[in-house]
């Protein structure tokens, strides 16, 4: 970049891949060609001010690590060239850098990442940017990763990529590895197609849909043009596998006896809020994300009690609890807030379910629930979804089974997938 007065000109974009040879070419011979002008690469090395070139060096950075590195910013497999020469210090002033500064940081971000790499490279008055090393980066993004992975219905996952704009659907390939409990790894190899492409305005983007084995740990790898550009893992609940929630509840609780205090209350008023807790603890343990928001200490106005995300899903639960019967009134409330979340979360299909620690629900009640659309938990179910979590079944399983206790008919979210 070069600067007169406060005016920068900031360099954004050199070449694109397929005249990567050219500019490396340049790199080589100290130039870089900026459309048609030629830029001169070199330090001057004092006390002569002889030119003295950049030594560079080469390495892949991959996604999860391509943040920071040599002021690489990018959510991309990043091939970074970088070239070291003098130190600052030894050819721009203090003043200099003072200038520079106020006329970078005066102004908006270009685009993303240059506002970082400016901050880290002019201080006014530091001496560290004066001592740093002068530096030519240059990265190459494969501009190609996992941008989703969304579980469609029992072990069978949507796996959502992106490409760059120029790409062909078949030059990529959807690898995945699952590695049972015991036994060998289950490997197989899936290449893209054209009808396997979501949309191609601007990045190509591409659907595969994949089913999983009965494996706790699942591993995907993109692949373009034979080469590795993204990876992401995850872990799955399976039968032959222990619940580890549970196992570290039981650490802390022996024989569940807390837990079963708080879902299972006794005596002639038992309390609401310590049932909501034990609901909290009892979804989590089934592997649900939780956050419980009708507690004293961080109570809200007009919430719902508890929420609960099935991962790699656009599902979600909102729950009313209460140790007492179903009051109507309430369940309108209740009901209204769920629209309201509804509207929030376009995306996602809502379950109301209003969870009671009583035996049975009457069937004013149940006629009521039936009506607003609420799954309705009372005590066996409870205990049922207790010997669940205890079979580690997939929280996409226990959602499902929510959905059969809503009373009678009702009408489905249109969101919802279809089993």
């Not at 070239?83 to 030894?90: E, N």
């Not at 849909?209 to 993109?222: G, I, K, Y």
């Not at 809020?273 to 939780?290: P, V």
């Amino acid at each position: 970049m070069e600067y007169e007065g406060n005016h920068f000109a900031v360099l954004q974009e050199i070449a694109d891949f397929s005249k990567l040879g050219e500019l490396v070419e340049g790199l080589l011979h100290d130039r870089l060609r900026v459309r048609s002008r030629d830029a001169r690469l070199d330090c001057p090395e004092p006390p002569t001010n002889q030119p003295r070139p950049y030594y560079y060096s080469m390495r892949l950075v991959e996604r999860v690590w391509a943040r920071q590195y040599h002021f690489v910013m990018s959510d991309f497999q990043t091939l970074v060239l970088q070239g070291s020469g003098q130190q600052i210090g030894s050819f721009v002033s203090q003043e200099e850098l003072d200038r520079a500064s106020v006329a970078l940081t005066a102004h908006q971000k270009p685009f993303n990442g240059l506002d970082d790499v400016v901050q880290s490279l002019f201080y006014s008055g530091a001496e560290f940017a004066r001592g740093s090393i002068a530096t030519v980066t240059v990265s190459a993004p494969a501009y190609s990763h996992i941008e989703k992975i969304e579980e469609v219905r029992g072990r069978t996952y949507d796996i959502t990529v992106m490409g760059p704009p120029s790409a062909r659907p078949d030059e990529f390939r959807l690898n995945v590895i699952m590695r049972p409990a015991s036994g060998p790894s289950i490997r197989r190899s899936m290449r893209f197609a054209k009808r396997d492409v979501a949309s191609h305005g601007g990045y190509l983007r591409m659907k595969k849909r994949v089913q999983v084995v009965d494996a706790p740990f699942v591993e995907a790898f993109l692949v373009r043009g034979g080469e590795p550009v993204d990876l992401s893992s995850f872990y799955l609940p399976t039968s032959s596998t222990a619940n580890p929630r549970l196992n570290a509840q039981l650490t802390f609780d022996p024989d569940g006896k807390k837990l079963t205090e708080l879902l299972f209350p006794t005596g002639e008023r038992p309390r609401a809020d310590t049932f909501e807790i034990g609901i909290s603890w009892l979804l989590f343990l089934c592997g649900f994300q939780t956050v419980s928001h009708g507690l004293h200490a961080g109570k809200l106005n007009d919430e719902v009690d508890c929420l609960a995300f099935v991962p790699l899903s656009r599902n979600v639960l909102a729950i009313e609890c209460t140790t007492a019967d179903l009051n109507p009134t309430k369940l309108v409330k209740f009901a209204n807030r769920c629209s309201l979340l509804r509207e929030a979360l376009p995306d996602f299909e809502v379950l109301p379910m209003a969870a009671t620690s009583v035996g049975q629900v009457t069937t004013t009640e149940s006629k009521t629930a039936a009506e607003l659309g609420i799954a309705v938990l009372t005590r066996p179910e409870i205990e049922e979804v207790l010997r669940r979590a205890g079979d580690n079944a997939a929280p996409s399983e226990i959602y499902q089974f929510f959905r059969t206790k809503v009373v009678g008919s009702f009408d489905r979210d249109p969101r919802s997938p279809v089993f």
